[in-house]
Nanobody, 122 residues
Framework: QVQLVESGGGLVQAGGSLRLSCAASGRSFSRYGIGWFRQAPGKEREFVVYISGNGIVSNYADSVKGRFTISRDNAKNTVYLQMNSLKPDDTAVYFC???????????????WGQGTQVTVSS
């Protein structure tokens, strides 16, 4: 069974950048599409971005288009999320997960990591 571990979060000023990593254990990592979600205090977990197993297909939430870039290195079993021009509204715990179904909703993702905190100060 694939396990995911997020890293790279931290505290950054508005306008700054961070790169998150989602590292996977297990085999056949390239078979799995990976999504990033985030959850701010008092809010529901929301979809941020997705990348297909071969890295060709991606999908971004409107709120991060043009600022965030997802990529993957299947040789390293890792998906990356480059976050630029960060805003205080991006403050949240960021999670990665494997997509199992056809939608972008939580129910179609599993194998959630433990999350990494991103805090953007104004």
């Amino acid at each position: 069974q694939v396990q995911l571990v997020e890293s790279g979060g931290g505290l950054v000023q508005a306008g700054g950048s961070l790169r998150l990593s989602c590292a996977a254990s297990g085999r056949s990592f390239s078979r799995y599409g990976i999504g990033w979600f985030r959850q701010a205090p008092g809010k529901e977990r929301e979809f941020v971005v997705y990348i297909s197993g071969n890295g060709i297909v991606s999908n971004y939430a409107d709120s991060v288009k043009g600022r965030f870039t997802i990529s993957r290195d299947n040789a390293k079993n890792t998906v990356y999320l480059q976050m630029n021009s960060l805003k205080p509204d991006d403050t949240a715990v960021y999670f990665c997960a494997i997509r199992r179904g056809g939608s972008w909703s939580l129910r179609d993702f599993d194998s959630w990591g433990q999350g990494t905190q991103v805090t953007v100060s104004s």
